[in-house]
């Protein structure tokens, strides 16, 4: 099979989210080695998953390795060329899902062994610390609006010459930074498939005890971003970043 853009998103975006849901299950199922170890590991784990799912990406063929659609819509905008977002959308949900899938798998003695329904769905989707709709989509859409920003800083020509290789570090550490600063309201989803995939995943796999996928929050972490995505997407435009 050859390589293509729609297949690097799909595997880069699996692989992000194998490794970013890994770790949440890693620190809140029962019985892991890493039970309890904290936001700090939760961070650096979905910044280094960032970071790896990036070069898988563009190992498998997508040079603009996004795994996120608030990314593809955000330079769809300041491009204006929105031919990429339908294949791109499809490509990272259905990664998502596979990735969340993989998740479960990895982990399927820890399900039976944990008995909180909400820590199970944590493995999967995002929810936030304090339940205020209004206020945790104001979250998601400024965190993602720093995500957008922060990648056209890493991308813009200010930057010089990057040697190859570095950007996906940049963007690791942009995704570290988001978590630590920002996360502490929603968990920082700041991508829709990111929580949609898995949520779906969670609604049909059959984890015992898993209880609601809470599917009254859900339209907070998929349409915070995309607002996030936009507002981004409209300043790299009018300043030309």
């Known amino acids: 099979m050859q390589t293509s853009p729609f297949l690097g998103e799909l595997i880069g975006t699996m692989v992000l989210l194998l490794l970013g849901d890994g ?6 199922l029962k ?13 650096a784990g979905w910044a280094f998953a960032v970071m790896i799912g ?3 990406a563009k190992a498998f063929g997508s040079i603009d390795a996004h795994l996120n659609p608030a990314v ?4 769809a905008i300041a491009s204006d060329d929105f031919s990429k977002v339908l294949p791109y959308f499809t490509a990272q949900l259905m990664g998502a899902f596979l990735g969340a899938i993989l998740v479960w798998v990895h982990h399927l003695p820890h399900w039976e062994a944990t008995r909180d329904s909400g820590s199970k769905l944590g493995v999967f989707a995002t929810e936030p610390a304090i339940r205020s709709l209004g206020a945790n989509f104001l979250s998601e859409a400024l965190a993602t609006t720093v995500l957008i920003l922060g990648l056209a800083g890493i991308s813009s020509k200010g930057m010089g ?11 690791g550490m942009l995704v570290w930074s988001i978590g630590l600063s920002l996360g502490g309201p ?16 969670h609604a049909i796999l059959p984890i015992p005890g898993k209880g609601s996928s809470d599917w009254s ?14 507002i981004g997407g409209l300043l790299i435009a009018w300043y030309k970043l």
């Open 161 to 171: 010459q990057m040697a190859i290789g570095v950007g996906p570090y940049l963007v």
């Open 54 to 56: 990036v070069f898988v």
């Open 186 to 201: 929603t968990g920082y989803c700041i991508n829709p498939v990111r929580d949609l995939g898995p949520r779906i995943a």
């Open 72 to 75: 593809t819509l955000a330079f």
């Open 217 to 230: 929050y859900s339209w907070v972490p998929f349409l915070g971003p995309l607002v996030g995505g936009v």
């Open 31 to 43: 019985q892991t080695k890493g039970e309890n170890s904290g936001w700090i590991v939760i961070t």
């Open 23 to 28: 770790v949440v299950a890693n620190v809140v």
